[in-house]
């Protein structure tokens, strides 16, 4: 599975949107990017994925490069509850659903 | 509701006392995973199931056991736990290759 690489932390003000970046420039062609995040020390929770296209759900957008070589997650109107470590994994899924989580990136929603 | 479950949530308990992480799912998921997280080496797979009676290795599956007999569930077993293995263990489950996987709420092991 390709290798992501995220910014450590990062701030944004509640209200605004929260863009958060995801480099992974050796994805290949069959690499699914998903985004989890982990409020605390509670299970990782899903938040998003895609392959190619442009994403969106009811919780945020999912925008890939058309090189796919990076990615941004889009939390359009930040709140307190989404402070979070927001976590960008690409994968094949293929050995028996195994994600390989980084750092991921700690987001702070401030007031 | 789906969800996964695990019990305990908290545990501690002394080297070399056989223990077992329940881990129950109730969306009729064929994929089951179990993590464990550690600060600075973020969640690891220790084992994982594609099915009943499937299972393999994840990338740190020493000194843990695992079955599954049912579908739904999907125990972590430490046959003689030691000090190393004091972690926050996460259940995960999905329906199949490539789905999004849902983690239970973890426990959080201590072995004195």
């Known amino acids: 599975d390709a290798k992501t690489t995220q910014p450590t932390s990062m701030d944004c003000a509640e209200g605004r949107a929260a863009n958060l970046p995801c480099n992974h420039s050796?994805?290949?062609?069959?690499?699914?990017v998903y985004w989890y995040r982990q409020i605390h020390s509670q299970g990782p929770q899903y938040i998003i994925h895609g392959l190619k296209n442009n994403e969106t759900n009811e919780m945020a957008s999912l925008i890939i490069t058309e090189d796919r070589k990076s990615s941004t997650l889009i939390l359009p109107h930040a709140t307190l509850r989404d402070t979070a470590v927001y976590y960008c994994i690409a994968s094949r899924d293929n050995q028996g659903g195994k994600l390989i989580f980084g750092q991921g990136t700690e987001l702070s929603v401030k007031p | 509701e789906a969800q996964v479950t695990q019990n305990p949530r908290y545990l501690i308990t002394v080297t070399g006392k056989k223990l077992t992480v329940t881990c129950s799912q109730n969306?009729?998921?064929?994929?089951m995973s179990w993590y464990r997280q550690d600060p600075g080496l973020g969640l690891r797979q220790i084992y994982y199931s594609m099915n009943v009676e499937v299972t393999d290795k994840g990338d740190v599956p020493e000194g843990y056991k695992v079955s599954r007999k049912e579908k739904r569930n999907f125990p972590l077993i430490l046959e003689s736990p030691s000090p190393n293995q004091t972690s926050l263990y996460f259940c995960?489950?999905?329906?199949?290759?490539?789905?999004?996987?849902?983690f239970g709420d973890g426990t959080r092991l201590s072995i004195l």
């Open positions: 050796t994805i290949s062609g069959n690499e699914y």
């Open positions: 995960a489950s999905s329906s199949r290759r490539g789905e999004p996987q849902h």
């Open positions: 969306m009729n998921h064929e994929y």
